[in-house]
């Protein structure tokens, strides 16, 4: 079974300070897109960050970078600099490139920002 | 920019009662998917429509379950005979793959349904 695997739970940072979370993913197929959305209470998934698995250079997006392993089937999120509004879920999601494009998330994990 | 809307946010209906939900994909995207997700886990791929055709249902849309996209527009999820079980958040999300086989899904508000 094609599954995700987010291992944290929950995770606390302060604010400013740098977290990482972490994401363990397995596919058999080698061509692929990684992801990781941000759902914040009561509101809607929005995508945070993108990684094409052929790509070897890890994406970023201002604050937040990816930590991309293939061969160790292994994607990470760093948000640096921490804000109030960081606060919320964060799944980690694959799709295989030219199937159906189903998306595959894992359980989540839920951040909190502390003063 | 218009994003992914859905109608209703909330559905609360008995157990027996049949629902509909409705959700309207970003105006140039050609794909439309739709997922459950309940309380502490990601959401699950319900099902996927390439413009108006449906290509894929996942074992978890059971036969109380259609959904339908008839003008490879908007798309509508019924489930008949509603179940306690079936009280989950609905999420709709759209995508439009572009020349490389990118593809981002953008996702709806979604519907939380109760089932009493």
């Known amino acids: 079974a094609q599954t995700v695997t987010q291992s944290q739970p929950e995770m606390s940072v302060q604010e400013a300070e740098t977290v990482t979370l972490s994401c363990t993913y397995d596919t058999s197929e080698s061509d692929y897109y990684l992801f990781w959305y941000k759902q914040p209470p009561s509101r809607q998934m929005i995508l945070v960050i993108r990684q094409e698995a052929y790509k070897q250079q890890n994406a970023t997006e201002n604050r937040f970078s990816v930590n991309f392993q293939k061969a160790a089937k292994s994607f990470s999120l760093k948000i640096s600099d921490s804000q109030l509004g960081d606060a919320a879920m964060y799944f980690c999601a694959y799709i295989v490139t030219g199937t159906a494009s189903k998306l595959t998330f894992g359980t989540g994990t839920r951040l909190q920002v502390t003063l | ?116």
């Open chain 2, 1 to 116: 920019d218009t994003g992914v809307s859905q109608d209703p946010r909330h559905k609360i209906t008995k157990r027996g009662q049949n629902v509909t939900f409705r959700c309207d994909p970003i105006s140039e995207h050609n794909r439309l998917y739709w997922y459950r997700q309940t309380l502490g886990q990601g959401p699950e791929f319900l099902t996927y429509f390439q413009n108006e055709a449906q290509l894929e249902k996942s074992r978890l849309l059971s036969d109380r379950f259609s959904a339908e996209r008839p003008k490879g527009s908007f798309s509508t999820l019924e489930i008949q005979r509603t179940e306690q079980g079936d009280s989950a958040m609905y999420l709709c999300a759209s995508s439009f793959p572009g020349t490389s086989g990118q593809e981002t899904q953008y996702f709806g508000p979604g519907t939380r349904l109760l089932v009493l």
